[in-house]
């Protein structure tokens, strides 16, 4: 049993230095690595988690996340990337040191929340849960700070990831696999990028500055 | 019965994709929306049992989604005379395959009694809303799609943990399985969950669903997604799919608030949804002065009237719940009418396209055509709660039940509730009364206005004579989430 702890641990908390490590990464393509190998490590905390639990469902969660996340997804991102010529692109919406910061800070709003409020639940679920929420939480501020789309993108993966990482915790819990595939969904809906390719057509970059163009005009 | 209901417009949605002309497409939407509108009826006596089924608060509000969906289809049939000449064959597809998602998930969302479920359909109808959004595809409507998703996606996060958690605090009392998360299960067994973890849950469902209910930190897409998007699927469709984030708000509080009561660790509910709905009363009414866009404008009246029912069900007790449930039903129902009226109206004056809406453009109206005028009047005059509004009756009922059960709160609902119907008012009498913009000719009115006449007729007839079996039906939920 010590051993599916520390092991599960040792990967929750690895999934969570590269979500964290998201924040202060400014490049594109180094962003896009760092969201592959946290994928990566996913896939096997849900094949271990499969694997400690006695369930088919997670193994086949750790399948979908390997084949679509870990390798499917960033090769397309890299293609947008490539292809819209980002791969130097610098972005700061926020100095890098704030974000920080304001990263730790979540990360004890999420241990502190998380770790009180259940007690009475199994330990292994217990630290699983603050380090989902603190992946969680993480990528939703990579989402705030981020002007690039294209950032604000891998900072939702990023954020789904922490789903992920909470629902294989989850003893015995019903539709797991089912809930990848439907955050899948909606993330091949942001990567196969009607948006993308539109919001270039009409912006001519992926800076989403002029998203504030509506309030300007005060209508 | 009710697996058609849902079923039959997620199916046919991708044969609406490839169907050959935009004209077919909205008789095959409209037929479809008509089917499923007697589905939803025939519910009634068929609610259903097991991983989807009918409870009452399900049937009376998918019966309201089924209307909704089938006049806002005959709506889209005509706004589709306008507006053809503007989009494409694909984009029609789109549109008339994602009104039927939308349709479909809705009806998911009202009538799963699973949690995952639940969240599955929201998500869809997300998407599918999205989609709607982004079809005029002017560069404010991509914008404001892309909102929508960016915020959307953070609320399907923030909900989906919320879900899990809840399935978690359930174990003590259900173990493992599905019936830890089976909403029946849930609000029977809610006593013996574990009440610290369930709070921290309801925080995060509350800003999950919230963002899809337009409740106030969250609220940022609606206005946008209102005034960009094509005018019959966003408007319309969307006051069903914020009953369906409210309805899931109600349940969720329901769990926390019986745990709390019994004694468990819970924290009340109360003062969540109070915070929550005041603030979004509050930004309405002070969001309503500067909006020149008259959809934008009615897009903060939805975020008004979606803080009224948040709080109604922070005050709590049967009666207050059964007063935002019937505030939910008839906003529906005066939104929508309002919102198909206007495009009607935006069509008097020449363009059915969004940035056509302006109340400089469309003040006046009376001097286009009088009928659509005094309809467009009379829904607007709904909207405000005053009498014979039926609006009055549920407001009334809330401002109430606030005195008695928690007196320092009914002031600023009283005074956000008068500041925006003033600002409505104040729009009321140039819009329908004052002078018209240079070169306006009187045009017909056309016959689908009668369809907005008997949304109003229905929400009248609701608020003021509603028949014994649907009051008795909604005191009967009221009591259940008490």
Redesign the interface.
């Known amino acids: 049993m010590s051993l599916t702890f520390s092991l599960a641990h040792l990967m929750g908390g690895i999934i969570l230095v590269f979500g964290f490590s998201l924040l202060s990464q400014r490049r594109l393509a180094a962003m896009i690595t760092i969201y592959q190998i946290q994928a990566f490590v996913l896939s096997a905390a849900a094949f271990w988690q499969g694997y400690a639990q006695h369930e088919v469902n997670l193994y086949l969660t750790g399948l979908i996340t390997l084949v679509i996340k870990a390798i499917a997804l960033p090769i397309g991102l890299r293609m947008i990337v490539a292809k819209f010529n980002m791969i130097r692109a610098v972005e700061t919406a926020m100095p890098v040191l704030l974000s920080t910061i304001i990263g730790v800070g979540l990360i004890g709003v999420a241990v502190l929340?998380?770790l009180?409020?259940?007690?009475?639940?199994v330990s292994l679920?217990r630290e699983d849960?603050a380090i989902?929420?603190s992946v969680?939480l993480l990528?939703?501020l990579v989402?705030t700070t981020r002007r690039n789309?294209l950032a604000?993108i891998i900072g939702?993966l990023s954020?789904?990831n922490g789903?992920v990482l909470?629902?294989i915790g989850?003893?015995?819990?019903?539709?797991v696999a089912?809930?990848s595939v439907?955050?899948l969904?909606?993330l091949a809906?942001?990567v196969v990028g009607?948006?993308l390719f539109?919001?270039r057509e009409?912006?001519d970059t992926l800076d989403?500055t002029?998203?504030e163009?509506?309030e300007r005009r005060?209508? | 019965m009710i697996l058609i209901a849902i079923i039959l417009p997620l199916l046919a949605a991708p044969f609406l994709g490839l169907i050959g002309s935009p004209r077919q497409g909205a008789i095959a939407n409209v037929a479809l929306s008509g089917i499923v509108f007697i589905l939803t009826i025939a519910a009634f006596a068929a609610p259903g049992s097991g991983l989807v089924h009918a409870d009452d608060l399900g049937l009376v509000f998918g019966g309201v989604t089924g209307f909704t969906g089938l006049t806002t289809a005959v709506a889209s049939f005509f706004y589709l005379r306008e507006a053809e000449p503007r989009l494409s064959l694909r984009r029609w597809r789109v549109y008339h395959a994602m009104c039927q998602v939308v349709l479909g998930s809705t009806l998911l969302g009202l009538y799963a009694d699973n949690i995952g479920l639940l969240w599955a359909a929201v998500e869809g109808a997300t998407i599918a809303a999205t989609l709607g959004v982004s079809m005029p595809r002017t560069a404010s409507a991509l914008e404001a799609a892309w909102k929508y998703f960016i915020l959307g996606g953070v609320g399907i996060g923030l909900a989906l943990f919320g879900t899990m958690l809840v399935y978690l605090a359930a174990q003590p009392a259900l173990g493992p399985g599905f019936s830890a998360m089976s909403f029946t299960a849930l609000t029977a067994h809610a006593a013996g969950m574990d009440g610290s973890l369930l709070t921290l849950a309801f925080v995060l469902i509350l800003f999950g669903y919230g963002t899809k209910a337009a409740l106030v930190p969250l609220h940022g897409w609606l206005p946008d997604a209102y005034a960009e998007g094509p005018a019959p699927l966003t408007t319309s469709l969307s006051g069903p799919l914020i009953n369906v984030a409210l309805i899931a708000i109600l349940r969720f509080r329901h769990m926390l608030e019986a745990n709390f009561t019994s004694g468990g660790t819970a924290l009340p509910p109360g003062p969540f949804l109070l915070t929550l709905g005041l603030a979004s009363l509050f930004l309405a009414a002070f969001s309503f002065s500067r909006r020149r866009d008259a959809r934008r404008f009615f897009g903060f009246s939805s975020i008004e009237h979606s803080g009224i029912a948040a709080f109604a069900f922070g005050i709590g007790g049967a009666a207050a719940v059964f007063g935002g449930l019937l505030h939910m039903l008839l906003h529906t129902l005066i939104k929508s009418a309002l919102l198909q009226v206007l495009i009607r109206a935006a069509a008097l004056r020449g363009s059915t396209a969004p940035g056509h809406y302006g109340f400089s453009h469309l003040r006046g109206l009376i001097h286009s055509n009088k009928y659509t005028a005094l309809v467009l009047g009379a829904a607007m005059f709904g909207l405000t709660g005053l009498p014979p509004s039926g609006l009055f009756v549920s407001e009334f009922i809330i401002v109430m039940q606030t005195i008695q059960r928690s007196p320092w709160a009914s002031l600023p609902l009283g005074l956000g509730l008068l500041l925006c119907a003033v600002a409505i008012l104040r729009n009321l009498g140039p819009l329908v009364f004052g002078h018209a913009p240079p070169r306006t000719k009187p045009a017909k009115a056309t016959p689908e206005t009668h369809l907005v006449t008997l949304h109003l007729a229905l929400s009248v007839v609701l608020a003021f004579a509603m028949p014994p079996m649907l009051v008795g039906l909604l005191s009967q939920v009221a009591e259940a989430l008490k």
């Open positions: 929340v998380v009180p409020s259940t007690l009475s639940a679920t849960l989902a929420l969680v990528g939703l989402m789309a604000q939702f954020t789904e789903l909470a629902a989850m003893p015995g819990m019903p539709f089912e809930f439907a955050l969904v909606l809906f942001l009607v948006f539109r919001i009409h912006f989403l002029g998203i163009e509506i005060g209508r």
